[in-house]
T-cell receptor
Framework: EAGVAQSPRYKIIEKRQSVAFWCNPI?????LYWYQQILGQGPKLLIQ????????DSQLPKDRFSAERLKGVDSTLKIQPAKLEDSAVYLC?????????????FGPGTRLTVT | GIQVEQSPPDLILQEGANSTLRCNFS?????LQWFHQNPWGQLINLFY???GTKQNGRLSATTVATERYSLLYISSSQTTDSGVYFC??????????FGAGTRLTVKP
């Protein structure tokens, strides 16, 4: 079974530029999550999708971050414009369903550096 | 919101030694997972263990939900065990929350 796929693995941009990350969850997983992991900290949830609908985006800085999962499979996370403090690893995860009884599985992450 | 505390924050072991990592949480949870983040940043699932005890090779975990803690045991540690170990919980009403992690270094 293929795991969660993410691309790119690394990205370096200047502040005020835009960037987009892509995630493909495990086949059949209805729930998809985006996390932000700042160096030295644990991951923090940004947004959660159930199929193609948003179920929780309370921690997403909506003035600059946006995310979509149009067909209920792949997802993209965008930052526009980027700030220095957005430098972090962006992790995508998926689970079979939204219920907390289901394990979350993580992708390899995208390491973003904003200069 | 729920607080998740992991201890110790850092641990240095000689290869072959055993260790115990602890995770305390401040409220009832529906889900608890242990992850290993390797030096390349990949989060690897170790255990899904909201309660009880599980074993997988040299690793085992125990969660005592009524006392709000979980323990991860690593026996006969190897250099490949190095990395950061995270405990993550899903409270009854909220999303997954991670602890700050325990950074393990195993020296040859």
């Amino acid at each position: 079974e293929a795991g969660v796929a993410q691309s790119p693995r690394y990205k370096i941009i200047e502040k005020r530029q835009s960037v987009a990350f892509w995630c493909n969850p495990i086949s059949g997983h209805a729930t998809l999550y985006w996390y932000q992991q700042i160096l030295g900290q644990g991951p923090k949830l940004l947004i959660q999708f159930q199929n193609n609908g948003v179920v929780d985006d309370s921690q997403l800085p909506k003035d600059r971050f946006s995310a979509e999962r149009l067909k209920g499979v792949d997802s993209t996370l965008k930052i526009q414009p980027a700030k220095l403090e957005d430098s972090a690893v962006y992790l995508c995860a998926s689970s079979l369903f939204r219920s907390p009884s289901y394990e979350q599985y993580f992708g390899p992450g995208t390491r973003l550096t904003v200069t | 919101g729920i607080q998740v505390e992991q201890s110790p924050p850092d641990l240095i072991l000689q290869e072959g030694a055993n260790s115990t990592l602890r995770c305390n949480f401040s409220d009832s949870v529906n889900n608890l997972q242990w992850f290993h983040q390797n030096p390349w940043g990949q989060l690897i699932n170790l255990f899904y263990i909201p309660s009880g005890t599980k074993q997988n090779g040299r690793l085992s975990a125990t969660t005592v939900a009524t006392e709000r803690y979980s323990l991860l045991y690593i026996s006969s540690s190897q250099t490949t065990d190095s990395g950061v170990y995270f405990c993550a919980v899903v409270p009854v009403v909220d999303d997954m929350r991670f602890g700050a992690g325990t950074r393990l270094t195993v020296k040859p």
